[in-house]
């Protein structure tokens, strides 16, 4: 079947080849020998009616890229994170019915997003809920239970909230494109806190304000700040540190430097060194860092200190 | 006379438990587990306060609230398992008075049940309590609670209390500090802000050697912590 689009083209050339054939016919002639001459004259005429053609099929093609203009648009829109980005269909051609694909793709984009969304959130739900029911329950115990055995529980709980929220966070980082909040973050500010969480964390910096997801960037100093409890040793040392147009957040541990097979699988989802000891958590701690790190415009590394220690290094630009 | 709170819960054991520990605490708890349900009930006897999960098989929370707030200027405190800031956000607009995510400590559920009907008892007017976690400090009373129970500190000390809080989350420098709570009466003793401080620290944290609502950081101020509890 010959398309809509293919006929407009396939027309198109055939008038034109049409309009030359007829100018060459036209501006020709049979000299005395018999021989066919062309006249100096179609060079001059057929720029002239080539110009004609032109201008005659200037209306279609600008309409033409007009609406693949307009697609090109949605689909910028829609790989930005407009999810609601559609194109309106004009026409019957192959632009129409690659409007109508597009926006097809869009809607089941949409849909399925919305859908991951609705499953985090009742996952969310789900999980918690028990554990709220578990969390008053200890309370209920009331003053007759072992105040460290109670302890001990509400750590429990602490920490799997941690890991059904990094479980949550991870998998909502990967499939919605959500901008997240933007506020105005103190990040020294927010960095003493989450040093005020241990006892033996050392703080030494300068103060650095940027806008970005306040719950997000607490997340990454938190996890941070967890994986050098976890696996360094003590002194543990957070530093902030000016860079021209970006921040250095870095915790450093004196703990057992890492190989170098180690170091470059640190940040990938679900590492967990085979040999640590004290392996607890998700594995997903460091590898939200990074995503966290990214999505504020900046990146996560390791370096590794002399003569041993870790340094886990977290820039961001501090204009976003 | 017991406070009466509408407890909307679709989890029956822990709205069983709920009702069992905010009962402990001298409140009458009436439990339903629909949205509509609650919305009914508003309608035919008043209560006190309503605490009220956000999602419920029935209907959205938001929604429950939004209708709830024609009705009835019971206060709301919505408690999610989201998490997410825009439901806090869309929460607070729709007319939910506090908000609390699952899984919550209990005492702070009870602190800040306290403090909204405490507020509404002084008339919507008054300026709003700052909440952080267990801890509430009422400006407009100019009293400070932890779990409730009502803590002592000096005016100079309160009004320092208050420029951390408002503040929460930034560092603030001495000198910050000195302008904002400039023009409060002075006290007998020329004492440093940072003796201030501690004696705050004294009345609010629950181990004053090792703060977690005030911080020092080095060189730079006192911070207020955003995350309690």
Do not use: W
């Amino acid at each position: 079947m010959i398309s809509h689009l293919h006929t407009r083209f396939f027309l198109t050339l055939v008038g034109s080849l049409a309009a030359f054939a007829v100018g060459g016919i036209v501006f020709m002639h049979v000299d005395d020998g018999g021989r066919v001459v062309h006249v100096v004259h179609s060079f001059i005429i057929f720029p002239a009616l080539a110009l004609c053609i032109g201008i005659a099929t200037y209306p279609l093609t600008r309409r033409l890229l007009r609406r693949l203009e307009r697609l090109e648009q949605a689909v910028d829109a829609l790989g930005a994170g407009d999810l609601s980005a559609r194109v309106a269909v004009e026409g019957r051609d192959e632009v129409a019915r690659l409007a109508q694909s597009f926006n097809r793709a869009a809607g089941r984009i949409e849909e399925l997003v919305a859908a991951h969304k609705r499953l985090l959130a009742n996952a969310s739900h789900e999980l918690r809920t028990p554990l709220a029911r578990v969390r008053l329950a200890v309370e209920l115990i009331g003053e007759s239970a072992d105040p460290k055995r109670k302890a001990g529980l509400d750590g429990d709980i602490a920490e799997l909230d941690q890991l059904i929220d990094e479980i949550l966070l991870a998998s909502r980082l990967d499939a919605v494109a959500d901008p997240g909040a933007d506020e105005e973050v103190d990040l020294l500010a927010l960095a003493a806190e989450e040093c005020a969480r241990y006892r033996d964390v050392r703080l030494d910096g300068v103060a650095a304000v940027r806008r970005g997801d306040p719950r997000l960037l607490r997340r990454l100093l938190r996890n941070l700040l967890d994986n050098a409890q976890r696996h360094g040793a003590a002194p543990i040392e957070v530093r902030l540190t000016r860079l021209p147009g970006s921040i250095e957040i870095a915790v450093d541990d004196a703990g057992p430097t890492l190989s170098a097979e180690q170091s470059q699988r640190l940040f990938e989802p679900f590492y967990r060194p085979a040999a640590t000891e004290r392996n607890v958590g998700t594995g997903l701690g460091l590898s939200l860092v990074r995503q966290i790190a990214q999505r504020h415009g900046g990146d996560a590394a390791y370096r590794s200190l002399e003569p041993h220690g870790n340094s886990f290094v977290v820039t961001l630009p501090l204009q976003a | 006379m017991a406070e009466r709170i509408l407890l909307v819960e679709d989890d029956a054991r822990l709205a069983e438990m709920l009702s069992e520990y905010l009962g402990g605490a001298g409140f009458r708890v009436v439990h339903v587990t629909l949205g509509a349900a609650a919305l009914e009930r508003l309608a035919a006897e008043p209560c006190n306060a309503v605490v009220l999960d956000l999602m419920l098989p029935d209907m959205d929370g938001l929604d429950v609230c939004r209708q709830l707030r024609t009705k009835s200027d019971a206060p709301v405190l919505m408690l999610t398992a989201r998490g997410d800031a825009t439901d806090r956000i869309v929460g607070l607009e729709l007319g939910a008075d506090d908000y609390l995510p699952k899984p919550f400590a209990p005492r702070e559920l009870l602190a800040r049940l306290r403090a909204i009907l405490r507020r509404r008892g002084n008339g919507a007017a008054s300026e709003a309590p700052l909440c952080f976690g267990r801890l509430e400090i009422d400006r407009a009373a100019r009293t400070l609670r932890i779990d409730g129970a009502e803590r002592t500190i000096t005016s100079y000390q309160f009004a320092l209390l208050v420029a951390l809080a408002e503040n929460a989350g930034r560092v603030l420098s001495r000198d910050t500090l000195m302008d904002l709570v400039k023009g409060e009466a002075l006290e007998a003793f020329d004492r440093s802000i940072d003796v201030h401080v501690s004696r705050v620290r004294a009345a609010i944290e629950d181990d004053a050697r090792h703060p977690r609502r005030i911080i020092t950081v080095r060189g730079a101020g006192y911070v207020f912590a955003k995350a309690q509890d």
